[in-house]
C-alpha cells in the first residue's frame, strides 16, 4: 500500500557530506512521524534523527551537531543532511515513516529498502 524509495547514499571521504531522500508514495492519508535509522555491520540497528509532523527533531548524541533531518510534506518526503562525516558512520541507512493509509486513522510503520554510506579515513 505504501513504498518507500530511498536515494542518495555513496561513498565519501572522512569529513565530506551526502544527502539522503526518502519519498513515499501510495494510498497516504498522513504522515505522523519520519525517521532515519542505520545499522552497521554487526551492530543493531540504531536510531539516527526523527521528525514529526509538528515539526519537532531529535537527533542521536552521535551526529548531534552533524545531521539535519527535514521533511517536505508535499512531496512526502524525509531528507538527511549529513555533514562532517566520520568513519564511524558507515552503515545502512533506512528511513522509516509512520503513515496513515487511506480514511484510516491508524498509524503503520513502512521502511526504505536501505541506501549504503560508506565513509573513509
Known amino acids: 500500500q505504501v513504498q518507500l524509495v530511498e536515494s542518495g547514499g555513496g561513498l565519501v571521504q572522512a569529513g565530506g557530506s551526502l544527502r539522503l531522500s526518502c519519498a513515499a508514495s501510495g494510498s497516504i492519508f498522513s504522515i505522523n512521524v519520519r525517521a532515519w535509522y542505520r545499522q552497521a555491520p554487526g551492530k543493531q540497528r540504531e536510531l539516527v534523527a526523527v521528525?514529526?509532523?509538528?515539526?519537532?527533531?531529535n537527533y542521536a548524541d552521535s551526529v548531534k551537531g552533524r545531521f539535519t533531518i527535514s521533511r517536505d510534506n508535499a512531496k512526502n518526503t524525509v531528507y538527511l543532511q549529513m555533514n562532517s562525516l566520520k568513519p564511524e558512520d558507515t552503515a545502512v541507512y533506512y528511513c522509516?515513516?509512520?503513515?496513515?493509509?487511506?480514511?484510516?486513522?491508524?498509524?503503520?510503520?513502512?521502511w526504505g529498502q536501505g541506501t549504503q554510506v560508506t565513509v573513509s579515513s
Open positions: 522509516n515513516m509512520l503513515v496513515s493509509v487511506g480514511g484510516s486513522t491508524a498509524l503503520k510503520s513502512y
Open positions: 521528525i514529526t509532523s509538528g515539526g519537532m527533531t
